[in-house]
């Protein structure tokens, strides 16, 4: 079993950036996709991003795209997502998890994280 924890949330104004970082200990990853989700309060957990095994393909939602960025370090075994350009919106609880592919879909993704606060303020 794979433990997955997140970093890097935190109080930021509109406008500015924020990395998050997600910490795997455990199994390896070896051939296992990584996604990011965020869960606002009273919402639906919304996919933001993904990222292959090897990096070679990701996948971001639409309202986060081409202001989002997932990388992954397998030597690390941790998954980054650079936020740029935060809107209030963007307020949630960041999770991370491991996949066999990737996908928007939460169902699809086996281990989870307990998240890291984000808050944008206007």
């Known amino acids: 079993q794979v433990q997955l924890v997140e970093s890097g949330g935190g109080l930021v104004q509109a406008g500015d950036s924020r990395r998050l970082s997600c910490a795997a200990t455990g199994r390896t990853l070896s051939f296992s996709a990584m996604g990011w989700f965020r869960q606002a309060p009273g919402k639906e957990r919304e996919f933001v991003a993904a990222i292959s095994w090897r990096g070679a393909t990701t996948y971001y939602a639409d309202s986060v795209k081409g202001r989002f960025t997932i990388s992954r370090d397998n030597a690390k075994t941790t998954v980054y997502l650079q936020m740029d350009s935060l809107k209030p919106e963007d307020t949630a609880v960041y999770l991370c998890?491991?996949?066999?592919?990737?996908?928007?879909?939460?169902?699809?993704?086996?281990?989870w994280g307990l998240g890291t606060q984000v808050t944008v303020s206007s």
């Open positions: 998890a491991v996949g066999p592919t990737v996908t928007h879909y939460a169902r699809a993704y086996s281990s």
